[in-house]
């Protein structure tokens, strides 16, 4: 439901937002109400989103809160993959659920990404400029790819194309996805004889209860938490490169991803340059995503596990699958991390070349030695579970014998938890 909410409120805000917004890479003087800029020349992109943070009464409000619900909803998206990936609700019949989940994180990165890029200041050039470089690095298609997105030498029209991206085809793209899945869902089979699957009514009131809390948390994010000072950034302009420059966090990994690949890393092949700087982390992260997408199918093969499953799992039930998931997460937030490297140099007076040393070390040996702890903790979960069901638990009693000795009284294991979903646990 948060992550439902979210989607809400970016639509409304963003809607209120279109009636300022003016994508023009155009250069005009500005002469808003903000004193330190006023003269300046900057793009008609840039000089609206000033209009709307310092003239339109609740503009900034606006901006802000349309800034924090496209923060929130990866974290909410990223912890449904991770909640449904630790129980195995994305096995038959879950599949279509599952990739169509996958796919809204994958669109919601995209939207996101694409109005990172539309006030036009310095962060969000300097964000463009990355983006032309890692396209240039592709082989054989780079340039002229380049050449269609920016129209041209950068940056061209890139902040229209930007801007049809965010406000059309991908939101299109996200309400299509998420009424498939929905769609999905509901014709996914359940236990009907099951007599403690919760009331709609019930369902529905607790709904709008954390929709309501949701929006009015975004809200107060949007009016008391200030992010994208783009006053402060000041416009973009081709020939700089603001210091410390961020993405995003959700797009964060994909730049920790090209900070810890090696520099100057570029052989020649066929006397050509090949751009492995570039071209190493894309195929990384993108094999990465293919797994995460294609996880049902790998598991149904390896397993050999073909059964339809209804009911959800605990993690320690599949210590493998857990352990496996437990290394993939270090290895994203290894990469994560390494997007802030620069920031942390400067707040805390950590080395770059250490920190690269160190995420380097985490991103590869990082998920080799989570998987064994994760598995073993698993294990020895269930193996305590069954000594308890066979000798009973503590009870803290201690017992002395007519010969002296002393012994702990056991009591009987309280009773299993319902299954996940309230439906009868698979045989």
């Known amino acids: 439901m948060v992550s439902l909410t979210c989607l809400g409120v970016l639509a409304v805000t963003g809607v209120a937002l279109s009636f300022w917004y003016d994508p023009s890479g155009d250069t005009v003087d500005y002469s808003g109400s903000y004193p330190l800029l006023r003269g300046l020349p900057v793009s008609r992109a840039y000089a609206s989103t000033m209009h709307i943070s310092f003239d339109v009464p609740g503009g900034l409000l606006l901006r802000q809160t349309h800034h924090w619900a496209a923060l929130v909803l990866p974290a909410a998206l990223i912890l449904q993959m991770l909640a449904t990936f630790f129980t195995g609700a994305f096995r038959d019949p879950r599949r279509l659920t599952w990739a169509l989940l996958v796919g809204t994180f994958l669109l919601v990165l995209g939207a996101g990404w694409s109005g990172y890029a539309l006030p036009d200041d310095m962060l969000a050039g300097t964000g463009l400029r990355i983006v032309e470089g890692i396209v240039l690095g592709i082989p054989v298609v780079g340039t002229r790819a380049s050449f269609a997105f920016f129209g041209g030498e950068f940056p061209g029209t890139a902040l229209t194309h930007m801007y049809w991206l965010h406000v059309a085809v991908l939101p299109s793209l996200v309400v299509v996805v998420v009424a498939l899945r929905a769609l999905a869902a509901l014709r996914t089979p359940v236990d009907a004889s099951d007599s403690r699957r919760v009331p709609l009514r019930v369902y529905a009131v607790r709904a709008a209860g954390l929709s309501l809390i949701t929006t009015g948390f975004l809200v107060l994010l949007g009016g008391l938490v200030e992010v994208s000072p783009v006053w ?47 071209l190493v982390p894309q195929a990384l992260v993108g094999a990465f995503i293919a797994t995460i997408l294609l996880w049902p199918f790998l598991e149904a093969v390896a397993t050999g596990d073909r059964r339809r499953h209804v009911v959800l799992d605990r993690p320690r039930e599949h210590p493998t699958r857990t352990a496996l998931g437990v290394a993939g997460l270090v290895f994203f937030c290894g990469l994560w991390l390494a997007g802030a490297t620069d920031v ?28 064994p702890v994760t598995r073993a903790l698993c294990t020895g979960l269930t193996a305590r579970e069954l000594t308890e069901r066979a000798g009973g638990i503590e009870t803290g009693v201690i017992l002395r014998d007519p010969l002296g000795g002393y012994t702990e009284r056991h009591g009987p294991r309280p009773a299993d938890p319902p299954a996940l979903t309230g439906e009868r646990r698979d045989t």
Do not use: K, N
């Open 232 to 278: 402060i950034y000041g416009p973009a302009s081709s020939g700089h490169a603001s210091a410390g420059s961020q993405p995003d966090w959700y797009t964060d990994f994909l730049d920790g991803a090209l900070r810890l690949v090696p520099s100057g890393w570029e052989p020649q092949v066929l006397g050509h340059p090949l751009s492995l700087s570039v």
């Open 344 to 371: 942390v140099t400067v707040a805390f007076g950590i080395s770059f070349e250490h920190q690269v040393v160190a995420l380097r070390t985490l991103v590869l040996l990082g998920p080799l030695v989570a998987f």
